[in-house]
């Protein structure tokens, strides 16, 4: 045992030195090896953090929403609407809710108005996102006027910025008054904009559902978790098309190492040549190749992944923003919130060190079973 | 089919480790076929050669088989929030009936992938490599087993479809559902209690004895102590090991303790528990060709150190167990 | 001490242009001589060394050595064999570049997995004994040609063999360093070590170091 990590000591020192003397090749391949990390790392990093960001979002929504359909078009619920849906078994809670988009045409940005049921609001006061106290510079106390849409102007006063907790949760909320609401959208006095709905045991919210179509044929229930999972594939497919497309990547790559690998110099060539004829074993010389992939592989890896991380988290993703994000219009600045993932991490090295475990392995066979004798003809 | 990176890498992993298999196929074939160890010939040099590359390649796909078990089950786990009743990766593995027949297959080709390289080891120490033709045929034979365990992953998440209402472990586990899995959940905790260390105690011992003794009896005896002590001890931490964890009394399940909620107690478990079966079922196997005479120093040699090695494991794991039973507050027993 | 009978080696087996560098070669080298083998270019005498060396494998034939059978040996058997019991000096010295001198002598010792710092000690001796001390930490490639060989012969020692076996070692000597080669070569010989070597140098074959000439001719002894 004692003598086997001796060994490989041995084979790690050489493997270091032979790295250092051929410091041009190797960077090279650390380049390019490390920046398929970092575009792959990337990618998942980001749409991994847009995930857990909408599944915050989706969080403190309630299981069912329920909306009225007019024409196929959602429509405004009258009063009196919610009550004829009586009691249902397993609803806790029904209520009404009171919100709407609206566009501000000054810094060209949608913002969602609100009339929160847990939470007082004053007449003529608001509360805003972070978003708004970026784009129009508002702080607690200032004063702010919006057009509505009849074409009167509004005027509130800023009575607190809520906290920046999840941005894409809270960035563009708007929160007032109900009276200021309706006043503000010209809402007629009782109807709402949709009915939320909490079930507490999931098993049921299907029937639920089913029975709320059943008693209301014009509405249209919205289930949470069937928006989670929409949300969850319609990510994971944008992420598995950005991958498909950079297996193509990571195909050039491998073929790249396999060039890199199997025109071993002829200075390389030499040197095994050498090390067989002195007395090391072919297997000697797969571990010694072995250890040279493997610390290529965990830095190209740990670097890679340092500067995706670095690129999503602190950079705001600047390289493919375009791509992937769908809303960039909506939320002019976020940032996202740091995230790393056991199972992102293990996938990613998946992509990469297994292509260019693979793409090398025969190249490395090729050349660590050189004749012995070769060094002794000139 | 939902189209996920760990889906695709996943098969991406299978297909390649069997078409890197299927290619070495042929020299296998000539291996078999042509070799001479008394021959000095081009041709036996060549296929001396070639045996580097198998011994690489495998060793290189047993360690692809490990990791892609491990992110098998962990995807699963991740997939679990897709269906619907599904907690973990029992519910989405659930999902259909390829899930858990691919995760089996995994780990046993995990198991087959150690044992073809202990053999590989023993026979590359001697000096007229009594065992290449076999290696070779066990090789060959494999092969189908990597294109099965491909299909059945393909099966598999191809037949993933978002609306299926699965189960999970609480009623795969629990103790009234009519499966063998939840026969094992239902033992009292004081017979599961006592089986488990029984079972650990035995093969600590046998192993223990082996690695002293490296004679026959021992190491086959030490061979079946460890499966059985594998057998145990899953059965042990389906029965009351996770319950300690979870410090629920109803909670049989395999898989959450692998779960960041429980500070991925699981890998704990499994890592020494996996390690110590592979050695110990192994060196069992290995006693097979401990009287081929060229042999006859190396086995002994080799599988004195495997049981070792799987005592130490078993040892390790038991006082893993240990102690995450005796950190929780959980009380079975009193 | 090594025994060959009856040894035969192809190249290109099988093919078109297959070529037998040895055909039937019995010869028996004597421990703790030194034995040198000479003839014309192409008659086979690297190929020899090779097989002598358990570099190679004969494609018939046996090898023995001190009695034991190694002709039928696998690569991985060969290869440990060669290590303990051979030590190899080039022609062309072939030692690897951008490594120090001591790194270089150490190399043969690595597969051993003896701790390094028993091995620099180790090597230093050496390079002190052939009065390279002050070179150690030199780059090979700034070393002279004299002082290359010098090193590889360390490097062929670190592993403490009782066979020394060397092709063509002065061919790229002049007189005075082929004088000091054949000097380190004597004092070897004298502390019992077997050394094995081919030259076209009369210099060397007809020193008085050398014990025993071996004399081949299209791949056959022809002289002994
Ligand atoms: N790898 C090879 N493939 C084909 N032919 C070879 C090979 N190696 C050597 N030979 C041939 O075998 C013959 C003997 O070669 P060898 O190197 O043993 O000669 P030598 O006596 O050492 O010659 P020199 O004095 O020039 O070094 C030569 O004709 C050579 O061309
Ligand atoms: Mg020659």
Known sequence: MKIWIEKQKHLIDFTLASLARRKGKNLGLLFIYGLLVFVLASVALYTHALRTEAQKVLAGTPEIVLQRLVAGRHDLIPPGYIEKIGRIRGVQKKEGRLWGYYYDSVVKANYTFMAPRNMQVARGEIIVGPALERSRGLAAGNGISFRSYSGELHTFIVADVLPQTSELVSADLVLMHEEDFRAFFKYPEGHVTDVALSVANPQEIKNVALKLMDALPDSRPILRDEVLRTYASVFDWREGIMLALLSAAILAFGIFAWEKAAGLSAEEKREIGILKAIGWETGDVIKMKFWEGLLISLLAFLLGYIAAYLHVFHFGSILFEPVLKGWAVLYPSFTLTPHIDGLQVATLFFFTVFPYTAAVLVPIWRAATTDPDTVMRG | MIFQPAIIALLLA???????????????????????????????????????????????????????????????????????????????????????????????????????????????????????????????????????????????????????????????????????????????????????????????????????????LSGYASGLGALAAFVASIAGILAFVSLYIYEHPHHHCPFCILKPEYDYQGYWLYLPLFAAAAAGMSAGVLRVFANRPSLAQVVPALTGRLAGIAAISYVLFALIASLMIWQSNLILLD | ???????????????????????????????????????????????????????????????????????????????????????????????????????????????????????????????????????????????????????????ALINDPEVLIADEPTANLDTRLAGEFLGILEGLADKGRTIILTSHDPMVVESEIVNFIVTLRDGKIVEQ
């Not at chain 2, 992110?71 to 991740?78: E, M």
């Not at chain 3, 297959?18 to 070669?25: F, V």
Request: proline share 4%; aromatic share 10%; hydrophobic share 50%.
């Open chain 3, 1 to 155: 001490m090594l025994e060959l009978t009856q040894i035969r080696k192809a190249f290109n087996q099988g093919k078109h242009n297959e070529y037998w560098a040895l055909a039937g070669i019995d010869l028996a080298i004597p421990e703790k001589q030194v034995t040198a083998l000479r003839g014309p270019s192409g008659s086979g005498k690297t190929t020899l060394l090779t097989i002598l060396g358990c570099l190679a494998r004969p494609t018939e034939g046996r090898v023995r050595l001190k009695g034991e059978d190694i002709s039928g040996l696998p690569e991985r058997f060969l290869t440990e064999i060669r290590r303990q019991t051979f030590g190899f000096i080039f022609q062309q010295f072939n030692l690897i570049r951008g490594l120090s001198a001591i790194e270089n002598v150490v190399l043969p010792a690595y597969p051993t997995g003896r701790p390094r710092k028993e091995l620099l000690e180790k090597a230093e001796a050496l390079l002190a004994d052939v009065n390279l001390g002050h070179r150690r930490e030199a780059k090979v490639e700034w070393l002279s040609g004299g002082e290359q060989q010098r090193v590889a012969i360390c490097r």
């Open chain 2, 14 to 216: 299978a297909s390649l480790s069997l078409l890197m298999l299927i290619i070495a196929s042929p020299f296998a074939m000539q291996v078999i076929r042509h070799w001479d160890i008394t021959s000095g010939s081009e041709r036996q040099l060549k296929l001396e050669r070639l045996t580097y590359l198998f011994s690489t390649l495998v060793a290189f796909v047993c360690l692809v088989q490990i990791l892609s078990a491990l992110l098998f089950v962990f995807n699963a786990d991740k997939m679990s929030v897709m269906f619907v009743g599904a907690m973990c990766a029992v519910g989405a593995l659930n999902v259909n009936e390829f899930g858990f027949p691919a995760l089996y297959l995994q780990l046993a080709l995990f198991f087959l992938a150690t044992l073809w390289l202990a053999i590989n080891h023993a026979d590359s120490q001697a000096r007229d490599y009594p065992l290449v033709k076999l290696k070779y045929a066990l090789l060959l034979a494999a092969i189908p087993l990597f294109a099965l365990s491909l299909g059945l992953q393909l099966q598999y998440f191809l037949g993933l479809k978002a609306d299926v209402i699965t189960s999970c472990c609480g009623s795969l586990f629990s103790s009234d559902a009519p499966t063998l899995a939840s026969e094992v959940s239902a033992l009292e905790p004081k017979p599961a209690l006592l089986m488990f260390y029984g079972s650990l105690i035995v093969a600590i011992t046998l192993s223990g004895w082996h690695w002293r003794d490296k004679g026959n």
